[in-house]
């Protein structure tokens, strides 16, 4: 069946980048997407990737598809102490767009 | 970019009430709304699709008589959790699709069963 994976946490300094990964199983996705779940709050739409597209930037957010091994990547630069947070990765699935959500890794920004 | 307005942002009930959460696409009309739950320390777990003007589409396990979803108009879908229990308890999503491929979500609806 439809599956996302994702590590669960990941640490890093402030000022180095985080690179926060992904990988899904539905080849036939269309749209990948990368949200952001600050504590206590409902889910931002950081970006997505549409699935014949390698690569997207924007700002100091990166995301890498590689649809072969499907996998994919969120790169964030100069990572702050305001990134701290759980990213979750999503494919979208099916006609209407259900998303299949991995389980969120949590980002921890060390000063 | 597309608001999503949901309300309540927390409740606090009493076994055996029930509790209405609305979702409303504020600036977009919203053909689908999704209701996802989230348990403490655990991804979104989808409950049911939500298209106007039909019946919602429930996930395996979801109970439809208990969780009612109504979705009378293009802008506004609601969730009420009929006679709740403590295991009812917990971090309640919705999320409007717009005509495009693009997810908004709502703030979230904290919901405590005593």
């Known amino acids: 069946g439809e599956d996302v994976e994702q590590s669960l946490f990941l640490s890093v300094r402030e000022g180095d980048s985080s690179v926060i990964n992904c990988t899904y199983t539905d080849s036939s996705s269309t749209y990948l997407y990368w949200y952001k779940q600050e504590p206590g709050a409902g889910l931002q739409l950081l970006t997505y990737i549409f699935s014949n597209m390698d690569m997207k930037q924007d700002q100091r957010l990166t995301v890498l598809l590689n649809k072969k091994d499907k996998h994919l990547s969120l790169r964030i630069a100069d990572t702050q102490t305001g990134d701290s947070a759980i990213y979750f990765c999503a494919e979208g699935a099916g006609n209407n767009r259900k998303l299949i959500w991995g389980l969120g890794t949590s980002l921890a920004v060390n000063p | 970019g597309a608001v999503v307005s949901q309300h309540p942002s927390w409740v606090i009930c009493k076994s055996g009430t029930s509790v209405k959460i609305e979702c409303r696409s504020l600036d977009f009309q919203a053909t689908t709304m999704f209701w996802y739950r989230q348990f403490p320390k655990q991804s979104l777990m989808l409950m049911a699709t939500s298209n106007e003007g039909s019946k919602a589409t429930y996930e395996q396990g979801v109970e439809k008589d208990k969780f009612l979803i109504n979705h009378a108009s293009l802008t506004l879908s609601t969730l009420t959790v009929t006679s709740a229990h403590p295991e009812d308890s917990s971090f309640y999503i919705c999320?409007?699709?717009?005509?495009?491929?693009?997810?908004?979500f709502g703030s979230g609806t904290q919901l405590s069963v005593l």
């Open positions: 999320s409007a699709k717009d005509s495009g491929e693009k997810l908004f």
